[in-house]
Structures are given as C-alpha cells and as structure tokens.
C-alpha cells in the first residue's frame, strides 16, 4: 500500500471548504423545491369600511404570513399579521386585517412560513380587495348560488365554470355568494351525454364520487371547486361574503332530522344522524369561506356587513335553526313553525331599525314565496317558507308576516331581497295590493343562480305576500332535460347604486353577460 501524501493547510482549507458548501447547498436546495404550497389560491371576503378578512391554504404546518399595501408595488407596505395554519383545520388560515383605510384599494401578499423549518418561506401569492366607502360613492355587486349540482362539475374543454370569469369582468366591489356553495350530496360522473349526442366531460376526483359524510370529505368537496381557474381568479379580485344553505350538508335538511328518507338511503349515509353531519359541514364551510368569526356563536352565518352610508348587507341563515320540513301548517307561532327563529328575528329586526343606510340589501339563502317540497320520492312536506296554498299567513309565513309588519310599522324605507337556490332566475314584485296578508310596505325580490349546475323550470309563487313575477328565465315548464352549463342558462344578478342619486339599478344577467332584465329603484325619502 502506497503510504498517503502529506496534507497541507491549504489542501485542508479547500477540502473542508468545499465539503462545507456541499453539506449546505445541498439541503439548501432540496429544501428549496419542497417549500409550503399555497394549494387553493387566495380569497378575500367580509370587507368592511375599515377591514377585510383573508384566506389562504396551505400543505403543511405553517405560518401564514400577510403583508398589506395600498399598491400592487407593495413600496408602501402597512402591516404584517400572521396565522398558523395546522392539521385541526385542514391547513386552512385567514385573518381579519383592521384599521384600513376606506374607499382604498387593499393588496396582500401571502406567504407560508414552514414550521419545521422556520428558515424556508413558500412562494408568494397576491390578491386584491377595496374596502367599504366612508363617503357616497357608486357602488356595485353581484350575487348567485348553486355551484357543481345535478351532475355537472368542472369540464376543461369548455372552460371550466365561465359565470365566474365573467362576474370578475364586470369588476363588482364584493360578491354575494347566495348558497349552496358545494354539492356535497352530488357525485360527479366522468362522463354525460348531452341531449345533442355530445358529450360533458367532468373532473372526477375521489371527493366526488360519493356524497359526503366524513369532516374531510366536507372538506374535499371545498377543494374541488377550489381547482377551477375561474373561481381563483375571481377569489384573487373579488371579495365574498358567503352564507349557506343545504348542499352543504345534504339537500333538503333540518336539524334534527333523521337520515331515513329514500334519498338517504340512496346516497348510503352511513350516519343515523344529521346533527352530526351538520357538524362536520358547518365546520368545513367556516375552514373553507373567508368569513368573519362571531365568538358568540362559532358556526354563526347570519351577520350584518355595512358597505358604507348607501348599503348595509344583512346576511340571513334559513339553515341552522328552523323547525320539522313538514305541513307547514301551523296557525300559531311556535318551534314547529321556525324558519328564521326568534333569536334571529330579533337579532334582523334590530339591524334593519338601526341602519342609516339608504338601501338594505337582505341576501337570503332561499326565496320568499316558492314552494319546495321536502321529500321528492313522498311528494311530502315543504322546505321552503311558504307552503303554496295561497291563503293567510300559516307555519313559517308568520315569521315573514311579523318581520314585513315590522319593517312598515318602524318606517323602514328601501329594503330589497336578494337570493338563489330554484336554479333560474327572476324578479318578484310583492304588492299588498295583490296579497292576502296585506300590512306591509311594496318591496322587491331578485333571484339568480345557477352558477355552475342544473337549471331548473320556473315555479308559480304564492300570492299570500302579493308575489308577482315580473321577469322569469329558466328550463321549459315540464322538460325532463337535465338542462347544465353548456344549454347557456346560468345565470347571477348585478346590482349597481350610484353615489350622487342613489338609484338602484339591478340586472339580471347569463353567463355570457347578456342583460336579460333590468329595473332601476328610486330610494325612497
């Protein structure tokens, strides 16, 4: 064996510099490629006068780190929050930035911070929302509901779920999502024949292929919509505020009800109990939308959003508190006949007599005066307010009764609904005139949706509260067509009031922008 050379100190300096630079770089730039992820894009929702609230996901525990500017050049950066996101909820965050200024412009910037690893930082991504308007400004936003029902999901070769792109050209300063965010009772299939002998090509992931039970199947299904390039785009620039309805937990639910229906049994819920679904669904949605927490009541959905001294928002929850879906019959008020309930009775009529706001917008997950049944195998019960008959006030109708009573009795000018669910859309005229129930003050109800799923024939209202159709566009009366996206009539509504007169106008549009109706309101002194 040849003896080894001698090794000098300037050998020795280079080998174990070079070494040292291999067992750094190394890791380095393993570290590197693996760096927290933001996986679903960033959304903004709950924006206020002075706050909005941010979201973000990530694949890790992290630290979801937020930079704030009032210019995309982030030179002028405010603040910077933090929140970590962990396995409890699903690796989701958001925060509540405070002390904005109004009427501005708000940039962020999300980053995740790697809690193994607190030295690596993912990659940024930026959104954009503008607070609420302290002074009279023109005003504008949009509103719709059902988003990946009745089979019909994300198709790559049309486009994915246009309405949303095409919401996001009409530049809205909110977005008003009217329920049923996710159909988390609707499996996809890979396929579906259109009635043209084309074909509908879905997305399928594992999220979708059975209704879901488990907390993280909930959560899967907020995920999969996540994943559409035109529903992150539109998250990017435009602020939510979202509320829910049934899909979320399962069609058609009460509280309390138990999972016996056909339907159920068709859908192979292995839960007997729907608490516990509602649970695990109202758990996902808060993970899952960028709306603010209530410590009085974690899982709240119905909020107030002021939007400045032309608009208050009034976000309602018909879901979580109502009685049986049963006969809706009742001619005294009590549980069996909640729909709202009392506590959200009071909490409505508070916010409606204190607003100084000249127009009150009330979003409601589910229109006024259509009747739904509950049980579609029996034909049984009704899941909706009214019961269709046509008569005095009875069951759920007395809440409605004693709210409209209220709004005249207190002098409550300029109070306009706006909601989805029936998957078409119209423009409902409620005149006491026209009513059986007449001690009230006129008002308007607008109805737009589906976003992206099955539309469905028009429904003749009831005239208890005087509804009269104005406008209606939707399915053929009668058809068996399961009517998607590609037949064209998806539809939202848009809502626009201007800073020097405030007049209201509405439109309803499809989801190639075409107006399909238009009103405008004077406000009322």
Partial sequence: MRPLPPVTRRKFLAVSTSAAALSVARPYISRANDRPLITHGV????????????????????????????????????QGVFVDALPQSDFTAKALLEDLPPGQDIFYRIRFQDHSSPTILGEPAVGRFRTAPATRRNVSFV????????????????????????????????????????????????????????????????AKAKAAETLDEYRDNYKYNLTDKNILAMNAEVPMFAQWDDHEVTNNWWPEEPLTREEHKRRKY?????????????????????????????????????????????????????????????????????????????????????????????ACDMPLALRRIHDGDRRWGHEGLSQGDNGPPR?????????????????????????????????????????????????????AGPLNAGTAPPIQPDTTFGCRVEFTKGSPVGTKINHGPSYGMQFFGHIAIDGTTGELSVSLKDQDDTVLWSRKLEPRA
Wanted: aromatic share 12%; net charge negative; charged share 25%.
């Fill in 43 to 78: 959304q903004s929702g709950d924006v206020g006068v002075d706050s909005g609230v941010v979201w973000a996901r990530t694949d890790r525990p992290a630290r979801m780190q937020i930079e704030i500017a009032t210019t995309d050049s982030f030179r002028d950066v405010r």
């Fill in 395 to 447: 069951g759920r109708e007395l809440e409605l009764a004693d709210i409209l009573s209220f709004i005249r009795r207190e002098n409550i000018r300029n109070t306009v609904w706006v909601t989805a669910d029936v998957h078409y859309t119209a423009a409902h005229y409620f005149d006491p005139n026209q009513a059986v129930f007449q001690d009230f003050d006129p008002f308007w109800e607008f109805v």
């Fill in 270 to 362: 292995t839960e007997k109990n729907m608490l516990v679904l509602a649970a695990r669904g109202a758990k996902a949605f808060h993970e899952y939308m960028p709306i603010r927490a209530t410590l009085a009541e974690v899982n709240r959905v119905y909020r107030h959003l002021p939007y400045g001294p032309l608009l208050d928002v009034i976000m309602l929850d018909t879901r979580s508190y109502r009685g049986p879906n049963a006969e809706n019959q009742e001619e005294t008020y009590g549980p069996s006949a909640y729909f709202f309930a009392p506590a959200q009775v009071a909490w409505l009529k508070q916010q409606l007599k204190a607003s100084r706001a000249q127009w009150k917008v009330i």
């Fill in 143 to 206: 509103w719709g509901g059902d988003v990946c029902g009745q089979g019909w999901g994300i198709n790559l070769e049309r486009g994915g779920m246009r309405t949303f792109s095409t919401i996001l050209r009409n530049h809205p300063d909110f977005f008003i999502h009217s329920g049923d965010t996710i159909y988390s009772d609707g499996p996809l299939r890979a396929e579906v024949k259109l009635a043209d002998d084309t074909i509908w090509k879905n997305v399928v992931t594992e």
